[in-house]
């Protein structure tokens, strides 16, 4: 146990910012290995490979906020070694995985790691550091999360060279480092009996409706229509179910007085469109340098790379500009349209013959500097009119929301490619795809514009749904 003379705010939120990086970096290394694990796992289709990244985003979304309140009232120290030790034992497992489906299935205990990671980690933190240290310190951690999404498909490249189960295997030493550093540095915080347990049924209900729905959109090429129209219709009543427990439920995994708040509200609806096209972009471009360019592992990663890396750049940029009272709306809608932009130059522009420099590297940029704008501004903004008490809780729903977008974009992108036979089927297909990703991007700078309040002064809080008020749970 961590004294409280005893702590170190800095060593904390180092330890707390890999725990971040850890959760961050597995929801975007493994793209760069989907063509090795395809062929090492023969007869597999793009659809079944796809449950590699779908079991992953689907578990990680629906456990977030059930994990993070569980933490809340038995100890968020023990939540984060707990979730360390079972993402370093998962990865371990996918490493040794005889097969696709067993590998799905380390994927998804992975993830019920991982989604313990990002509340604990974020409670620890706010608990750790004074209220006039937190900005600072949740900006660190949050950059974390965007420094995997920059790092991991190039990290992936290096490692996928090896073996696509170097990519697993790399987070066993940094799991068992990160665990003994947790126990040793960072403090425990926790309600105890006053934060209520709550709603798993109803997470249980949401990750089948997820699944569901991820499933028919995949199988929509496979399938007759009148079973894709079933499995995708009982997803749809499964949704509507949840929402309708979730209005009655003390302790709902989403409350539905959050979404009476306007920012909120969009900002959730804005991360989830734009993750839609995000994610589907992200695996068209790494498929379509693997299979089209017959790029290595390494040299795809080092394409991918320098979008992500124009992300924590034009981070600090758009920060700058929501200071001086530029609406986030406009920011976010901004950023979306440029990677509207980004979307439609590439796939204006590819052809047979590799030609990176001249045909996907300019779009890839624009779309960079469009991710930099928008992403950080709808997570930064979307818990911002929040009471103190519920800034955690919104920051685990908005992530919610960008995974289940990463689920259905991954869904779309398969389905629209579908199993295209020679270059003429397969150019036609990628750029109906990208033109998808595109359709997003506006849909989703339209619903950015909803983000900023009609009125400059703060937003009302939310009722209260539990009795404790304790900043940052």
């Known amino acids: 146990m961590v004294k409280q003379s005893q702590v170190r705010p800095g060593a904390s939120l180092a330890v707390l910012s890999v725990a971040s990086f850890m959760a961050g970096l597995d929801l975007f290394i493994v793209n760069v290995a989907f063509d090795d694990i395809g062929r090492d796992f023969a007869g597999t289709s793009l659809a079944d490979l796809s449950w590699v990244l779908n079991g992953y985003a689907i578990v990680f979304a629906a456990l977030l906020v059930p994990l993070g309140r569980l933490a809340d009232r038995y100890g968020r120290k023990g939540g984060l070694v707990l979730g360390l030790t079972v993402f370093t034992l998962a990865s371990q497992a996918c490493a040794l995985a005889p097969s696709l489906w067993w590998l799905v299935a380390f994927r998804v205990v992975q993830a019920a790691g991982a989604a313990a990671l990002i509340p604990t980690s974020l409670g620890l933190l706010l608990s750790v550091f004074p209220p006039g240290r937190r900005a600072g310190a949740v900006r660190i951690w949050s950059s974390a999360s965007a420094l995997a999404a920059a790092a991991g498909p190039a ?33 425990d ?19 089948g409706a997820i699944a569901l729905l991820a499933l028919g959109v995949v199988k929509i090429n496979d399938w007759p229509g009148q079973r894709t129209a079933i499995v995708i219709g009982t997803a749809v009543i499964a949704l509507a179910f949840f929402w309708g427990r979730s209005r009655r439920h003390p302790a709902p995994v989403i409350e539905p007085a959050l979404l009476g708040v306007r920012t909120f509200a969009w900002s959730n609806a804005a991360v989830l469109l734009f993750t839609v096209a995000f994610a589907a972009e992200l695996l068209l471009g790494v498929l379509w340098m693997q299979q089209v360019w017959h790029y290595s592992p390494v040299r795809t990663g080092l394409g991918v790379a320098p979008g992500p890396l124009m992300v924590p750049v034009m981070a600090l940029i758009a920060g700058k500009m929501a200071a001086r009272r530029v609406p986030v709306g406009l920011i976010t809608a901004v950023g979306c349209m440029l990677c509207a932009f980004g979307v439609v130059m590439v796939a204006a ?8 420099a001249a045909e996907m590297l300019p779009g890839w940029l624009v779309g960079g500097v469009g991710v930099g704008l928008a992403l950080p501004t709808i997570l930064s903004a979307a818990a911002a009119d929040l009471p103190d008490h519920r800034f955690a809780t919104g920051s685990a729903v908005v992530n919610m929301s960008r995974q289940i977008g990463s689920v259905l974009g991954v869904s779309l992108a398969v389905a629209v490619l579908g199993s295209p036979h020679g270059y003429v089927d397969a150019h036609r297909a990628y750029v109906h795809a990208w033109l998808m990703v595109g359709a997003f991007m506006v849909i989703a700078a339209i619903a950015a514009l909803g983000m900023t309040p009609r009125r400059r002064q703060p937003v009302a809080p939310v009722p209260e749904t539990e009795k404790e008020v304790v900043a940052g749970t």
Not at 158 to 185: C, H, K, M, Q, Y
Not at 191 to 204: H, I, K, Y
Request: no cysteine.
């Open 155 to 187: 990290v992936g490249g290096v490692l996928v060279d090896s073996s696509w189960r170097w990519v697993f295997e790399v987070n066993v030493p940094i799991g068992i480092l990160a665990t003994l550093l947790a126990l040793r540095l960072v403090p």
């Open 349 to 356: 522009s590819l052809d047979a013959t590799p030609a990176y």
């Open 189 to 207: 915080s926790r309600e105890g009996a006053a934060a209520r347990v709550p709603d798993l049924p109803g997470a249980a209900v949401l990750t």
